[in-house]
């Protein structure tokens, strides 16, 4: 909403208050003023020039010498290239010296050879937009009346010298969508009278009912329709005066009929509408639901196809306008018009955004008329444009009003104590400080033991409830007044939970390890719902699925994961790391929710690294995804309670899975998916892992403990043992490391041999073994002690002897 800052004190004395100033004020009263423009900024030397002589320039065809009185002295000799230039001319020139927008300094100069002393201006060169001048006045210069007088600042004729403020309004102020409404608002901020603009008028004898009559068959829709009629409407352009605040309000001027209607449409924020009386086509006006495929051609010359859910204006026959959107061509107002109808009706806001959205016609009308406007100024404003149609296109009123009314809208009567105020906005109003606010709203106002009860005119349709009200006397009492105060009683700062914790350290753990995170849908088919779930349990279906491959909440996420990986080969991207924590879903009966495990999971397919300049390409494999899986293992602290074990299980490679164990519990698997399941998911060699999150984070962790670095030397001692081949490293890795006790600090698995010299069902595993005191340097007996009971311990509980 452009608000002009000269138009507005009209209506409110603005006397001692720039537009700056006032623009604070009525942002920190809740409505936010995004800017202040003065269209004249940076501008200067503009004035009011009279063509006395005009004729073509001697030396080129498309320029005219012109000799212009600029009410200083001699007239002036300037050349002119606009097309409608013209003796008797009274024009804007840019004297020598004026600057015009963009820092443009005019200057004395020659045109083929002939003097010239100035600039004759078209609008668009003194900075008003192109879509804002007249038709008439788009190719060429602005012809001000003839009255204007010659040598006064032409900048201040145009309103250029006025500031605009532009105010963002929320769909609920509605009220601000006029100058009216703007100057209640400014009004009650500054404690002042609001001065409404006058509507007595001349009417003549003949009754406007004798020419028009006003039939509404559909009142839901349209409760209110008033008629008013005026003859004998000269069309000519409106007055200076209005051409300039429509074009500051970013309206184009048309003449003077269509523009007073514009000018109410700003003035009181009622939509109006002109009809030529003599091209209507019948006495009558009938509103109604359009007929199915009824058409109608609208003022911008479109044919548009109307329905049963828009709303029309019709002459009984036919329509002639789509009812708070737009006219149409045939009834339009045009240059040979003589008689008008003035429609001022209030329409629902539903019924007219629906043809408005439907048409793509939005209009500074539509948009008021579906944001809600005042049924109490319908009639006023029809009124007053009667009255500036008889002032300014000398049309005579006829008498009385022809209407349709309907309307029941009452004003909203909300009562409010003066406790409940002052507990809302944490304040110690009084009572008249209260009651001082809600009557430079202009709001009626009753007092009965310091309760409230408000009347609320019908121009603010947002107050309804307490909370309204409480925001009025925040707003008007000073939102930087009310005093601030901190919390009291005890606060807890917040924090992550343990769990959540642990949930941000695996994704910042498995993202470190150079895998994407992934998150699927938690529904998947019959089929797919529990394959790979660590949980026996069956799947949870949906009473009402919209497809059956989204039926079933999932008990494994693994097989989304495929799906990700297919998707993506399918388009060409081979290599793919990705894991997910979500959520999987175990039945627990019939008419019960669905009990929710969190799990981790993780999918590896193509090259893990590839250096291609060194010749160098590292395929994923079962110890680069079980390596991700000790990363994440060591950052949430529990690899030493970690085992793995070799399994068999559905859909997995029977060689490359291992069950994954937590304190000697099963909590996942990983491995190789079956070379099945990859030819039916149409993908590579692929590895994956799903555990249980929720065991993972809940287990009880030791603290981290630091120690001293080492004074004295660590002892190494490799052992080659020859073993079964059934029995697994990890076995002897775990009898190893109980044996050695306290000084053996690491156990590392470095070879495995199955070669030829190696006999029938026997395998050759090596071991390095680290041993270490931080108190004191080894000696070989120490060494040799704990040494023995580890290949004791090997040889007695895996049947383990030494490689010779």
Request: net charge negative; charged share 25%; proline share 4%.
């Amino acid at each position: 909403m452009f608000v002009s800052y000269k138009w507005l004190q009209d209506y409110v004395d603005l006397s001692g208050i720039s537009a700056a100033e006032l623009a604070d004020k009525i942002t920190k009263s809740g409505i936010e003023v995004e800017g202040v423009e003065k269209k004249s900024e940076g501008l200067k030397g503009v004035v009011i020039g009279h063509v006395l002589e005009c004729e073509q320039h001697p030396n080129a065809d498309k320029l005219n010498k012109c000799l212009v009185d600029i009410g200083a002295g001699e007239p002036v000799q300037i050349i002119c290239g606009a097309p409608n230039v013209g003796k008797g001319q009274k024009v804007a020139v840019a004297t020598v010296g004026a600057v015009l927008p963009g820092n443009f300094k005019i200057k004395k100069a020659k045109l083929r050879g002939e003097e010239s002393n100035g600039m004759i201006c078209s609008l668009q060169e003194l900075g008003i937009e192109s879509k804002l001048v007249a038709k008439e006045y788009s190719v060429g210069i602005f012809n001000f009346p003839q009255d204007a007088v010659v040598g006064e600042d032409a900048l201040s004729a145009l309103g250029l010298d006025d500031e605009i403020l532009e105010l963002s309004i929320t769909p609920n102020r509605s009220d601000a969508l006029s100058m009216l409404g703007v100057a209640y608002e400014v009004a009650a901020i500054l404690g002042r009278d609001v001065k409404w603009p006058e509507t007595d008028k001349e009417e003549d004898a003949e009754e406007a009912s004798d020419y028009i009559s006003v039939t509404v068959e559909a009142p839901e829709d349209n409760p209110l329709y008033i008629a008013k009629v005026v003859k004998n409407v000269k069309i000519g352009p409106s007055p200076l005066w209005m051409q300039t605040r429509l074009m500051n309000a970013g309206i184009r001027p048309h003449n003077n009929v269509v523009d007073i209607t514009n000018y109410i449409l700003l003035e009181y924020g009622q939509p109006l509408h002109a009809f030529d009386y003599d091209r209507f086509g019948s006495k009558e006006i009938v509103v109604r639901r359009a007929k199915d495929a009824e058409k109608i051609t609208t003022l911008d010359e479109a044919e548009r196809t109307l329905t049963s859910e828009h709303l029309v204006i019709t002459n009984g026959n036919e329509p002639v306008a789509i009812a708070g959107v737009m006219g149409g061509a045939d009834s339009e107002v045009k240059e040979d018009t003589t008689n008008v109808i003035i429609e001022a009706a209030y329409f629902a806001g539903a019924v007219v955004r629906k043809g408005s959205k439907d048409h793509g016609l939005r209009s500074e009308a539509s948009a008021r008329f579906e944001k809600g406007v005042d049924p109490a100024r319908v009639r006023e404003a029809g009124e007053r444009a009667a009255k500036l149609m008889a002032e300014y296109a000398g049309g005579t009123i006829l008498e009385g009003i022809v209407e349709f009314n309907d309307l029941r809208m009452e004003p909203a009567v909300v009562s409010i104590t003066l406790d409940k105020i002052n507990s809302s906005i944490g304040a110690n109003l009084s009572a008249d400080q209260v009651q001082d606010i809600f009557t430079r709203l202009q709001f009626d106002v009753k007092t009965e033991n310091e309760t409230f009860i408000v009347t609320v005119p019908t121009r603010r349709g947002d107050i309804t409830i307490e909370a309204d009200l409480v925001e009025e006397v925040a707003r008007l009492y000073g939102y930087d007044n009310i005093p601030s105060t901190l919390p009291v009683g005890t606060a807890t700062p917040g924090r992550l939970t343990d769990y959540q914790q642990k949930r941000r350290i695996a994704r910042r753990t498995l993202e470190g390890a150079g895998l994407y995170q992934a998150i699927t849908y938690s529904l998947t088919s019959p089929e797919k719902a529990a394959q790979f779930s660590l949980e026996q349990s069956d799947s949870v279906r949906l009473a009402m699925p919209m497809s059956e491959e989204r039926s079933q909440l999932r008990l494994s996420i693994l097989p989304q994961l495929l799906e990700v990986i297919k998707y993506n080969q399918a388009r060409q991207i081979d290599s793919l790391a990705l894991y997910e924590i979500g959520s999987v879903f175990l039945k627990q009966g019939e008419n019960q929710l669905p009990s929710e495990r969190e799990h981790v999971a993780g999918i590896l397919t193509g090259l893990w690294e590839a250096h291609l300049w060194q010749g160098e390409k590292k395929p994923v494999d079962f110890y680069v995804i079980k390596g991700v899986l000790e990363v994440l293992f060591d950052s949430l602290g529990v690899k030493n309670k970690i085992t793995y074990r070799q399994a068999a299980i559905k859909d997995m490679h029977p060689g490359r899975t291992a069950e994954v164990l937590l304190n000697n519990e099963v909590i996942g698997f990983v491995g190789q998916v079956h070379p099945t399941v990859q030819k039916d998911y149409d993908i590579k060699e692929t590895y994956v892992f799903e555990l249980s999150f929720k065991a993972l984070a809940e287990v009880e962790v030791e603290p981290i403990s630091y120690q001293m670095i080492p004074r004295f030397p660590s002892v190494t001692r490799d052992i080659a043992l020859v073993v079964d081949k059934e029995k697994t490293a990890g076995e002897l890795e775990s009898i190893i490391t109980e044996a050695g006790g306290v000084l053996l600090k690491e156990v590392h698995l470095f070879d495995l041999y199955e070669g030829e010299r190696m006999e029938a069902g026997k395998k050759s595993l090596a071991f390095s073994l680290k041993y270490f005191d931080p108190e004191r340097t080894l000696t070989e007996e120490d060494i040799t002690k704990a040494h023995d009971k580890v290949l004791h311990a090997v040889k007695e509980q895996a049947g383990a002897v030494l490689r010779s």
